[in-house]
């Protein structure tokens, strides 16, 4: 019903910035809940920031303050900005698009930090 493309990451040091973006096919203007959540190797997908349509927003604990995420309707774009990224913070990052009768993933896009 709607695909979603994220681009944006790469190797960065740790204390470093990355901006993630997510470009949807279609209008994300009716879509309640847009999110980024990530997967390490060996573990669970994790939720990471959502934003709902009337721009409330929702952190995990272990970004809070650091990352901030965003949305572009006009664009059909959401967006992740991460600062004083960790070692830890390494993963691939995927968006989510999220209705009552929707639940739509991108492909991810692998963020590694480290020296």
């Known amino acids: 019903q709607v695909r979603l493309v994220e681009s944006g990451g790469g190797l960065v040091q740790p204390g470093g910035s990355l901006r993630l973006s997510c470009a949807a096919s279609?209008?994300?203007?009716?879509?309640?809940?847009m999110g980024w959540y990530r997967q390490a190797p060996g573990k669970q997908r994790e939720l990471v920031a959502t934003i709902t349509s009337d721009n409330d927003t929702d952190y995990a604990d272990s970004v809070k303050g650091r990352f901030t995420i965003s949305r572009d309707n006009a664009k059909n774009t959401v967006s992740l900005q991460m600062n004083s990224l960790k070692p830890e913070d390494t993963a691939v990052y995927y968006c989510?698009?999220?209705?009552?009768?929707?639940?739509?993933w991108g492909q991810g896009t692998l963020v590694t930090v480290s020296s």
């Open positions: 989510n698009a999220r209705t009552r009768v929707l639940d739509a």
């Open positions: 279609r209008s994300i203007f009716n879509i309640n809940y």
